[in-house]
């Protein structure tokens, strides 16, 4: 009987882990795709590849509904389209990307340790206010503490802080921020998004020491 019970376990269980392996694959190929698009490309060209990924990520949400690693990568994938897309057109891909984030976040707040936090304080802080928009610094501020707390030595959610910080004047706690980004320790599968968040952290960390040395 207990050998019966224990067959009957592993009937159940295989599928389910077979299930889990074509996500997880899925998900790796969305976020090769997504980091080609966001590092490699300019223009036009970007703004459509970031497209094309949002709509991949999209398709991932309808065939994998309650999970919430195709809901992050929506709300990424949409972010990203937003800023590279710009201007007043890119507030309704800002509004889906944050709707998407928060779905996640009522799924599993903890998945890709704090990226919902990162890309949520991200929109707050870019999106235009009210009556425009619904940024807000004291949400984004939030949302980047809470990145932090989750992924305090992470490339992305340092870099987001400190180019928040930037934006907000604060110099000194922004180089701070982004001389520990700087510090994280590189992705041996995210060669290309290391590279380009590096570069962006450098130049922000940069701008940051200008101000800092020209007050002091």
């Known amino acids: 009987m207990k050998k019966l019970v224990l067959a009957l376990c592993m009937f159940c269980i295989a599928p389910l882990a077979f299930a889990t392996q074509q996500l997880d694959e899925a998900i790796l190929g969305l976020r090769q795709a997504w980091d080609q698009a966001?590092?490699?490309?300019?223009?036009?060209?970007?703004?459509?590849?970031?497209?094309?990924?949002?709509?991949?990520?999209?398709?991932?949400?309808?065939?994998?509904?309650?999970?919430?690693?195709?809901?992050?990568?929506?709300?990424?994938?949409?972010?990203?389209?937003?800023?590279?897309?710009?201007?007043?057109?890119?507030?309704?891909?800002?509004?889906?990307?944050?709707?998407?984030?928060?779905?996640a976040e009522r799924v599993d707040p903890q998945v890709f340790n704090g990226?919902?936090?990162?890309?949520?304080?991200?929109?707050?802080?870019?999106?235009?206010?009210?009556?425009?928009?619904?940024?807000d610094d004291d949400k984004a501020r939030e949302y980047f503490k809470k990145a932090l707390a989750m992924n305090p030595d992470g490339l992305d959610p340092n870099y987001f802080y400190g180019d928040f910080l930037i934006d907000q004047g604060d110099y000194k706690g922004a180089a701070q921020v982004l001389q520990h980004a700087l510090q994280a320790p590189l992705r041996k599968d995210r060669p290309v998004a290391d590279r380009g968040r590096r570069a962006q952290a450098e130049l922000a960390l940069h701008k940051a020491l200008q101000h800092v040395g020209s007050n002091g």
């Open 38 to 103: 966001n590092y490699a490309l300019q223009g036009e060209q970007k703004e459509k590849a970031l497209g094309a990924v949002a709509a991949r990520a999209d398709a991932l949400v309808q065939q994998w509904p309650g999970r919430a690693e195709p809901l992050v990568w929506k709300g990424i994938a949409l972010a990203s389209w937003a800023g590279a897309k710009g201007g007043l057109g890119a507030l309704g891909l800002a509004k889906q990307a944050r709707d998407a984030l928060l779905a």
């Open 115 to 135: 990226s919902i936090y990162t890309t949520l304080g991200s929109l707050y802080y870019k999106v235009p206010g009210w009556p425009l928009g619904f940024g």
